[in-house]
C-alpha cells in the first residue's frame, strides 16, 4: 500500500485519507441533524473530547489518552439517553426516506396493503378549512395534525379514539371550550378522524419566536419529529398557521389553507414518482 509521509512520523494511507474523508461527512451530516437544536452543545462537548483523545493517543500521552476513553465509553449508555429524541427522529426519517424510495415496490404493496396511505380527498380538506375559518372568528383554539407516512401511534395512543368521518361541525364541537375533548390535538388521517386530546411534543427548538403559545409549541414539535401537518388555530388572535417541517406558515383565507394542505400532498406524491 502506497504510503504519504507527514512531518517525518506519522504513516498515512489513501485508506486513511477515505477514512478522514468518510468520518468527516458523518460529523458534517450529524452537525447539520442537531443544528439548532439543544443538544448542538452537548454533540460539541463529546467532539472536543474525542478530538483531545484522539490527540493525546497520537503523541503518547497514554494516561489522559485512557482517561478520556473510559469516560466515552461508559458515557455510551448516556449519550444515547440524552440524544434519544434526536436518534428516534433520525431514525423514523431515515425509515421513511428508504420507505419512499422503494415505495414503487408492488410485491411489498400486495404484502401491506395497509401501508398504502389514503390522501384526504377534496371534500375533507374543504371540511377542516371551513372548520378553521369559523373557530378563527370565534376565537377557538384548535390543533389539527394531519397524518402523512407516519403512523403516530404514540401520539395517537395519548388521546381518545374518534374514527368519524371529517366534518367541519364535528371538529367545531370537539374544540368548544367546554367540550371535554377541546384540549389536546385531533389526528386526522385516511380520510377520518382517529383520535382526539393527544398530548404532542413540545419544540425544544431555541429560536422560535415567544409569541409562540404552547399550540405552536407543540405543532412545531410534532412536525420535527414527523412528516406530518399541523393546522394551530391561536385562541387569543384567532390567527390560523400552518406547520409543516417545522416551519409556520400564517394562514389569511380559507382557499389558502386548502391549497397548503393539498400542495403538500402534491410535492409529496411527484417526490415519490
Known amino acids: 500500500m502506497f504510503e504519504l509521509s507527514i512531518l517525518g512520523f506519522l504513516h498515512f494511507t489513501w485508506v486513511d485519507l477515505l477514512d478522514i474523508i468518510m468520518v468527516t461527512a458523518v460529523i458534517y451530516a450529524v452537525f447539520h441533524w442537531l443544528r439548532g437544536t439543544s443538544a448542538m452543545n452537548i454533540f460539541i462537548a463529546i467532539a472536543l473530547l474525542v478530538v483531545v483523545r484522539i490527540i493525546s493517543d497520537a503523541i503518547g500521552m497514554k494516561m489522559i489518552s485512557s482517561l478520556l476513553g473510559t469516560l466515552l465509553d461508559m458515557g455510551a449508555l448516556a449519550i444515547i439517553i440524552i440524544f434519544q429524541p434526536e436518534l428516534r427522529r433520525f431514525l423514523d426519517n431515515l425509515g421513511r426516506s428508504a420507505g419512499n424510495t422503494i415505495e414503487k415496490r408492488s410485491l411489498l404493496d400486495k404484502l401491506f396493503p395497509d401501508r398504502k396511505r389514503k390522501e384526504l380527498d ?86 422560535l419566536p415567544a409569541r409562540y403559545g404552547m399550540r405552536h409549541k407543540a405543532a412545531v414539535g410534532i412536525s420535527e419529529r414527523s412528516d406530518a401537518d399541523v393546522i394551530v388555530v391561536s385562541e387569543q388572535t384567532g390567527g390560523i398557521s400552518f406547520v409543516s417541517a417545522g416551519e409556520v406558515t400564517p394562514v389569511d383565507s380559507s382557499s389558502t389553507l386548502k391549497l397548503l394542505i393539498r400542495g403538500k400532498q402534491k410535492e409529496e406524491e411527484e417526490s415519490k414518482k
Not at 151 to 158: G, Q, R
Not at 180 to 200: E, F, K, Q, V, W
Open 122 to 207: 377534496y371534500g375533507n380538506i374543504s371540511e377542516i378549512a371551513q372548520a378553521c375559518i369559523e373557530m378563527s372568528a370565534q376565537k377557538t383554539g384548535a390543533l389539527i395534525v394531519i397524518r402523512r407516512d407516519s403512523k403516530l401511534e404514540d401520539i395517537i395512543a395519548t388521546g381518545d379514539p374518534i374514527d368519524a368521518k371529517v366534518s367541519s361541525r364535528l371538529i367545531m364541537n370537539i374544540f368548544f371550550k367546554n367540550s371535554p375533548l377541546h384540549d389536546g390535538a385531533m389526528i386526522i388521517g385516511n380520510d377520518r378522524i382517529i383520535a382526539a386530546r393527544c398530548t404532542l411534543p413540545i419544540s425544544e427548538r431555541p429560536g
